[in-house]
């Protein structure tokens, strides 16, 4: 399936070590090579690129490299496709606009049903079951919340908790879901996250031999919390959720941890994955 990456900053960073070694994986050190993107906020604005090619050698991941922009919340995704062809409309992360701010989403996983569930305001583009539960949960989050969620990381946790475990029953749904202020991680089956705080040290990647001293990526002090499908750093003590776990992250720190469920784990055992044969 796909990989996902989530960067949660109290200062602004380039994120090159770490999106080098997840880019790798896009189809170098990995299988995942039918697209790839990443959203890079700035306040409530997600500044989006997205390539339907293999991100190990696209021109694009290449301009990111060479033109670093800083972020404080970034959210990037590796496709390896199941439901919905390697096309621009089905690329990840997805995109909209809610209550003045983008609201971005990125997917791993098969829900095999989801577009079984109606829609009423919003519209996918394309033709991806992570797609469809995007615009789903935004419908839901807009019946919650007509005057806005105000700044209650908790309440709108435990929201966003609910109806990830109500689309998680359908299948495997990991995903990352950003507002400009909070992360939001979810674990269907596969999830880690690390906390980087000083004092700080060095840490060399998984799928290369790169290292990095992250006193120089977080010049200004602070803390850095990163969320990855697979640990990006082999020299680090990276923490792996249990399914059904939902992280809220904020300015590096994370905030809420909503426990994961029995069923989640049954779902996480049980359901269609890539190479099973034909989902049903």
Do not use: K
């Not at 090159?16 to 896009?26: D, E, K, P, T, Y």
């Not at 390697?86 to 995109?95: D, G, I, M, Q, S």
């Amino acid at each position: 399936m796909c990989e996902l990456l989530g960067i949660a900053s109290s200062a602004p960073v380039d994120i090159a070590f770490s999106f080098s070694g997840f880019v790798l994986r896009g189809g170098h050190t990995g299988p995942h090579a039918d697209g790839w993107g990443v959203s890079l906020y700035q306040d409530r604005f997600a500044r989006t690129f997205l390539d339907e090619r293999p991100a190990y050698n696209s021109p694009l991941t290449r301009f990111l490299h060479d033109n670093p922009i800083e972020t404080r919340l970034a959210v990037a995704h590796i496709r390896r496709m199941t439901l919905g062809g390697a096309r621009l409309e089905n690329t990840h992360p997805f995109v909209r606009v809610f209550q003045g701010r983008h609201m971005v989403f990125a997917h791993n996983g098969t829900l095999l049903h989801v577009r079984e569930r109606p829609l009423a305001l919003e519209t996918p583009l394309g033709d991806t079951d992570s797609e469809h539960a995007f615009c789903w949960m935004l419908e839901r989050l807009r019946e919650r919340y007509p005057a806005g969620y105000g700044d209650d990381a908790g309440a709108l946790g435990a929201t966003i908790f609910e109806l990830a475990n109500d689309l998680g029953r359908d299948g495997i749904f990991n995903f990352l879901l950003a507002d400009g202020r909070f992360l939001f991680a979810r674990c269907g089956d596969n999830l880690f996250h690390i906390v980087r705080r000083p004092p700080l040290g060095r840490a060399t990647l998984v799928d290369a031999e790169l290292q990095v001293d992250f006193n120089q990526v977080l010049r200004q002090g602070g803390t850095l919390s990163v969320v990855a499908t697979q640990p990006l750093t082999r020299d680090e003590a990276w923490i792996r959720a249990t399914p059904g776990t939902l992280w809220v992250f904020e300015n590096g720190e994370l905030l809420n941890t909503f426990a994961g469920l029995p069923e989640a784990a049954h779902v996480a055992e049980t359901a269609w994955r890539p190479g099973a044969g034909p989902p049903t």
